[in-house]
């Protein structure tokens, strides 16, 4: 199996605890990070967090509270950023609207 399918498979069986009585915190002990970064709506992440995947690889996540002409947007944000040629790329960046 390669690494794609691996990961995908761990998000089905992520989903698949969480939709089992008493699954999900068995499958949680065994798959979480010793350090982990979950962004849920309610907003868990207050303060800016940068969360050191490999000497190349962070996640950047915060709340932003902004204002464009006359709409207000509050969301959980988070963005992957890789290093490439010595520099940072941003790889993928996700909203959560609270």
Known sequence: ????????????????????EGAAAPYY????AGTV????????VVD??????????AVVAYRV???REDMDYEALLNS???RE??????????QTPL
């Open 1 to 20: 199996m390669n690494q794609h399918d691996e990961l995908i498979e761990l998000e089905r069986a992520a989903w698949q605890a969480l939709s089992t």
């Open 65 to 67: 509270e902004a204002t």
């Open 85 to 94: 040629d010595g520099e940072w790329k941003l790889a993928l960046h996700q």
């Open 80 to 82: 992957t950023y890789v």
């Open 29 to 32: 002990e065994k798959t979480l």
């Open 48 to 57: 800016e967090r940068v969360l050191d995947l490999t000497p190349d690889s």
């Open 37 to 44: 970064l979950m962004l849920l709506p309610g907003g868990l």
